[in-house]
């Protein structure tokens, strides 16, 4: 039996790659099983300083596996909200609480959770030809993992409900150019892309990327003056950091700085 996440430890990053391409990596429980396992091997390594989650095949992710949540099936109506607490909602915490960049490349189609999944990512790329679907209301459901979260914070209210209620799918240049993702683009140069993202903060000030995520998601939710105080806890941690010291010699000595990424000395 095929992994159905391959999990790829390289120098200083790990890729993790959804791989149930017959159903374009569509989750079921053993899926979220091994991603929840790789992301964990991250989070503890200390060579991992960087984690790109991609998909095989010609999709990211279609969302949830139906065939695994179909009422006929189980000949009574399935109780979702324990699904999403015992598997999504833990997945999109652990992927926003991760000390590390976490860098989405989306290969082809992001459906359901599969899109919202993408979207609580650190940094989400795409290939032009994949979509942004948030299918829920195709059956009934209403967006779940983050979905309801990132639409409205990344695009407002109007946008939010008109890409919910209607499942339009949105083509990845647009979501670029409405502000949901970081980037389209070409697909054959998708991965090239993601990849010198990842090898790049491999060798980056891994503790002020912790501290800067912390930062950015308080944000949503602060007054600038809870924001200004938020950062001035932040820096002053980031101060203390050998990162920082490193930083600070190599601009001054006009040379590339050697970041350990770790917290202190
Ligand atoms: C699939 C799926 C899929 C199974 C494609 N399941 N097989 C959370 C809490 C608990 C429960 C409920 O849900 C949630 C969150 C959710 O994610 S709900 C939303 C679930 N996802 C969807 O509703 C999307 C369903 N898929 C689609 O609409 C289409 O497949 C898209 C638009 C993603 C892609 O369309 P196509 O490119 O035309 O591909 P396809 O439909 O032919 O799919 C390829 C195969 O993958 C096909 O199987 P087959 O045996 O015919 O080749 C599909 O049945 C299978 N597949 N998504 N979610």
Request: net charge negative; with cysteine; proline share 4%.
């Amino acid at each position: 039996m095929n992994d159905v996440v391959i999990h790829e430890r390289r120098d200083g990053y790990h890729v993790i790659t959804l791989n149930r391409p017959d159903r374009l990596n569509a989750f079921n429980e053993v899926q979220h099983h091994a991603l929840r396992t790789a992301l964990e091997e991250c989070e503890a390594s200390g060579e991992c300083r960087a984690v790109l989650l991609t998909g095989a095949g010609r999709g990211f992710c279609a969302g949830q596996d139906l065939a695994d949540r179909d009422p006929a099936m189980l000949g009574e109506a399935p109780d979702l909200g324990r699904t999403l607490e015992n598997f999504y909602n833990p997945l999109v915490r652990k992927l926003r609480a991760m000390e590390k960049p976490v860098i989405c490349a989306v290969n082809g189609v992001a459906a359901g959770a599969g899109a919202n999944i993408a979207l609580a990512c650190d940094i989400v790329l795409a290939a032009k030809s994949a979509r942004f679907i948030q299918a829920f209301s195709k059956i009934g459901l209403i967006p779940d993992a983050g979905g309801t979260y990132w639409l409205t914070r990344h695009l407002g209210e109007a946008r939010a409900k008109a890409l919910a209620l209607t499942a339009h799918p949105l083509s990845a240049e647009d979501a670029a150019a409405w502000g949901l993702i970081w980037k389209a683009v070409d697909d054959d140069k998708l991965m090239e892309e993601a990849v010198a993202l990842a090898e790049g903060f491999a060798k980056g000030p891994t503790h002020a990327y912790a501290l800067t995520k912390k930062a950015i998601q308080a944000a949503s939710v602060n007054s600038l003056d809870e924001q200004l105080d938020v950062e001035r806890a932040l820096q002053r941690e980031a101060g203390r950091s050998d990162d920082y010291k490193e930083g600070v010699s190599a601009f001054l000595q006009k040379r590339p700085p050697v970041f350990t990424g770790r917290k202190s000395g």
